[in-house]
C-alpha cells in the first residue's frame, strides 16, 4: 500500500466536527450504525477521501499527462472506490492509526492504481524534453560537465528507445521518470515486486551500458574510482 510521506497529513476538517472525525471509535460506530448517523459518517467519509483524491491527482496528474476534466474525473472515482474499499474492510481496522489516517491511505492508494494505469495505455511513452533531462545524473551522469547537454540527453533518449524492451520501456518511464508507485504497478500489472525490480536493474543495467559504449559514461563508476583513491 502506498503509505503517504510524514509529511503529509489528511486535509484537516472544521472544528465543529474536529473531535467526532477524529475519534476512531465514533466512526467504526457510526459506519456501523444506521439512519441518519450512519447516513452523516458516510457523508463525512466520502468528503475526507474525496479532499485526499483532489489533492493526490493535482500533485501526480500532471506528471502522468492527466489534466482538466479527466483529471476531477480520476479524483472523484479514486474517492468513490477508496469508499468502498473502507467500508469493505472495516473489520480490519486495527486502531494503530486514526481511523482518518487508516481511510487516508486507501484514497492514496487508489489514485496511485488509476494513475499507473494510463502507463499501462502507453507502454511506449515519450517523454518531454525536461523529464529526459533529469535522467542523466541517475546513472552517474554530471550534465554540467558537459559543454553539449544535449547530446548527453538524446544519448539517455536512445538508450530507452533503442535498448529496452516494450516491458521495460514501460516501467522505467513510470517508477524511474514519473515516480508512479509502486504499489499501483503490482496492483494493475499483476506482477510481483520482485518481477518489477528486475525489470528496472535490466533497463538501467542496459541505459548505463549505452553510455559507456558511446563514451558518456567511464566503465567503471566514480563511487568505486573514489573508493580505490581511498585505499591507495
Known amino acids: ?131 529526459w533531462e533529469r535522467l542523466p545524473t541517475r546513472f552517474g551522469v554530471d550534465p554540467s560537465g558537459y559543454a553539449q547537454q544535449r547530446d548527453l540527453f538524446e544519448a539517455v533518449r536512445r538508450a530507452v528507445d533503442e535498448t529496452l524492451t516494450d516491458h521495460q520501456r514501460g516501467l522505467f518511464v513510470a517508477i524511474v521518470v514519473n515516480g508512479v508507485p509502486l504499489d499501483a504497478l503490482v496492483d494493475r500489472s499483476g506482477l510481483s515486486r520482485g518481477a518489477i525490480y528486475k525489470a528496472i536493474c535490466d533497463a538501467r543495467r542496459k541505459i548505463r551500458a549505452f553510455l559507456v559504449a558511446n563514451e558518456f559514461l567511464d566503465d567503471v563508476p566514480a563511487a568505486a574510482r573514489r573508493g580505490e583513491g581511498a585505499g591507495s
Open 1 to 131: 500500500m502506498d503509505v503517504p510521506h510524514a509529511a503529509d497529513s489528511p486535509p484537516p476538517v472544521s472544528n465543529a466536527s474536529a473531535n467526532a472525525e477524529t475519534d476512531s471509535s465514533w466512526w467504526l460506530s457510526a459506519l456501523r450504525g444506521s439512519g441518519a448517523i450512519r447516513d452523516d459518517a458516510l457523508r463525512r467519509l466520502h468528503e475526507l477521501l474525496l479532499r485526499v483524491a483532489i489533492r493526490e491527482t493535482r500533485r501526480r496528474g500532471p506528471a502522468a499527462g492527466i489534466g482538466g476534466p479527466e483529471l476531477d474525473d480520476l479524483a472523484q472515482q479514486a474517492a468513490g472506490d477508496a469508499m468502498v474499499a473502507v467500508l469493505a474492510k472495516l473489520d480490519t481496522f486495527r486502531g494503530e492509526s486514526r481511523f482518518t489516517t487508516w481511510a487516508y491511505r486507501f484514497a492514496v492508494l487508489e489514485v496511485s492504481s488509476k494513475i499507473g494505469r494510463h502507463y499501462w495505455r502507453r507502454p511506449a511513452v515519450r517523454l518531454e524534453a525536461e523529464e
